[in-house]
């Protein structure tokens, strides 16, 4: 395996068992669907969507979700489990390249940048910038800081087990995480760590006005989450 898209389109086990997952998504659809109360109705392009199981969460509050993956599998599993659900669609990597300029009201972007390199990421924002409705928002999260260690990590992973009930299963999760693939190709490919003033001026290199808001977006506690529109 030698991309992050092998990883994600193949098994892994980075949500230690079902409960994780289900806190996981629970906690991103609502976050989302808070920063989100103020528009009626949003067409809201998920991009790096992942299994985006919270997906009917933000159908259910009215958002029209277009949901796009990168790695293939994923697209398929999707189409799978989540296709002929209200308001949710299903993009297809053809869908994705054919996106009309203009419509998209928000686009998420959550847990996705720490595996682009820079020529991708700098591809994207132009493109997402020019999805952009007027008005539209591009919400980036759970971005890392180059400061944020290990130790951050394991308690971002460790306290939400504590206070959801599944604390002995992330223990477990993260000593089969030391012998996992994500810790070698952590080690090899790396992660993309951003400080918010570098990440602030990349974003206006491409014609992009961001903030930082408060709280990250999910349950990691250390991480960052920016809003952006056109400048
Ligand atoms: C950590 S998962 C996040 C999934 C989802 N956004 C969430 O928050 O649960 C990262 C996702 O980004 C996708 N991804 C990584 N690189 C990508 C790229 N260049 N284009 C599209 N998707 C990509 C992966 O396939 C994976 O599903």
């Known amino acids: 395996m030698t991309s992050w898209l092998d990883f994600w389109g193949g098994t892994h086990s980075i949500y230690v068992n079902a409960r994780h997952l289900d806190v996981h998504c629970a906690k991103i659809g609502d976050d989302v669907r808070a920063l989100l109360t103020y528009r009626n109705a949003p067409r809201l392009l998920d991009f790096g969507c992942g299994d985006a199981l919270y997906a009917p969460r933000l159908a259910e ?23 002929d659900q209200p308001n949710i669609t299903v993009l297809s990597e053809t869908d994705w390249r054919n996106l009309a300029p203009g419509k998209q009201d928000v686009i998420l972007v959550n847990s996705v940048l720490q595996y682009l390199d820079t020529a991708t990421l700098d591809a994207l924002l132009d493109r997402w910038r020019d999805l952009l409705a007027p008005g539209g928002e591009i919400l980036f999260a759970d971005l890392i800081h180059p400061e944020t260690g290990l130790v951050a990590d394991v308690l971002d992973l460790l ?18 995480t030391l012998v996992s693939d994500y810790r070698r190709l952590r080690a090899t490919l790396g992660l993309a760590r951003y400080r918010p003033e570098d990440f602030l001026a990349r974003l206006a290199r491409h014609g992009l006005a961001g903030e930082r808001l408060p709280a990250n977006i999910g349950l990691n506690a250390h991480r960052m989450t920016f809003r952006a529109k056109r400048a």
Do not use: Q, S
Request: proline letters at 5%; glycine letters at 10%.
């Open 61 to 83: 509050a009215g958002i029209r979700v277009a949901l796009y993956d990168g790695a293939a599998p994923v697209r398929a599993r999707l189409a799978e489990h989540l296709a």
């Open 159 to 176: 306290v939400p087990a504590a206070k959801n009930g599944f604390f002995w299963a992330a223990l477990a999760g993260l000593f089969a």
